[in-house]
T-cell receptor
Framework: ETGVTQSPTHLIKTRGQQVTLRCSSQSGHNTVSWYQQALGQGPQFIFQYYREEENGRGNFPPRFSGLQFPNYSSELNVNALELDDSALYLCASSLAGTEETQYFGPGTRLLVL | KQEVTQIPAALSVPEGENLVLNCSFTDSAIYNLQWFRQDPGKGLTSLLL?????REQTSGRLNASLDKSSGRSTLYIAASQPGDSATYLCAVGNQAGTALIFGKGTTLSVSS
């Protein structure tokens, strides 16, 4: 059984650029959630994907978008990057309809200059 | 709107001490509550998950309690070790399988 993996581990972009972050869910899990964690803060929910559809969204603007693929892996896309987008982006997978916890990946550290 | 607060923000203790981390939440209508551990720059590791119908969960030296009516949870760490040094995050789930709402965490340092 493989855990949640994310790529890349680190990324540096400049303001205005676009970025794509990737997440592979844990084997057997069909739901992926994305969180943004700024330095010194707790993670903030961005959105969740289930059956390739967005299934809940936090207080993030539309320039944050996502995809889920048939194999349950997922992408987070951020357009028109701003300096405040610099953060650790965490992906978590879970199995819908169970009381199991969400399992988190190691995260992608994004720095926007 | 659910808000989660963790006190203290930071804690330093000598090895071997027992300690308590606190978490409070504003809306008692929760589905579950979890405690996570985060090492610097890393992802989250789930420590304990308490369903709303439960009062406590135990794993090794860790014990977490939940009092929904007062909107509080505590994480008790017995006989602390330097390897316990990390940030501990409390998170509330308002519905099954949906977004977790996190506190800002308590950063624990255990000195040998």
């Amino acid at each position: 059984e493989t855990g949640v993996t994310q790529s890349p581990t680190h990324l540096i972009k400049t303001r205005g650029q676009q970025v794509t972050l990737r997440c592979s869910s844990q084997s057997g899990h069909n739901t992926v959630s994305w969180y943004q964690q700024a330095l010194g803060q707790g993670p903030q929910f961005i959105f969740q994907y289930y059956r390739e559809e967005e299934n809940g969204r936090g207080n993030f603007p539309p320039r944050f978008s996502g995809l889920q693929f048939p194999n349950y892996s997922s992408e987070l896309n951020v357009n028109a990057l701003e300096l405040d987008d610099s953060a650790l982006y965490l992906c978590a997978s879970s199995l819908a309809g169970t009381e199991e916890t969400q399992y988190f990946g190691p995260g992608t550290r994004l720095l926007v200059l | 709107k659910q808000e989660v607060t963790q006190i203290p923000a930071a804690l330093s203790v000598p090895e071997g001490e027992n300690l308590v981390l606190n978490c409070s939440f504003t809306d008692s209508a929760i589905y579950n509550l979890q405690w996570f551990r985060q090492d610097p720059g890393k992802g989250l590791t789930s420590l304990l998950l308490i369903q709303s119908s439960q009062r406590e969960q135990t794993s090794g030296r860790l014990n977490a309690s939940l009092d929904k009516s007062s909107g509080r949870s505590t994480l008790y760490i017995a006989a602390s070790q330097p390897g316990d040094s990390a940030t501990y995050l409390c998170a509330v789930g308002n519905q099954a399988g949906t977004a977790l709402i996190f506190g800002k965490g308590t950063t624990l340092s255990v000195s040998s």
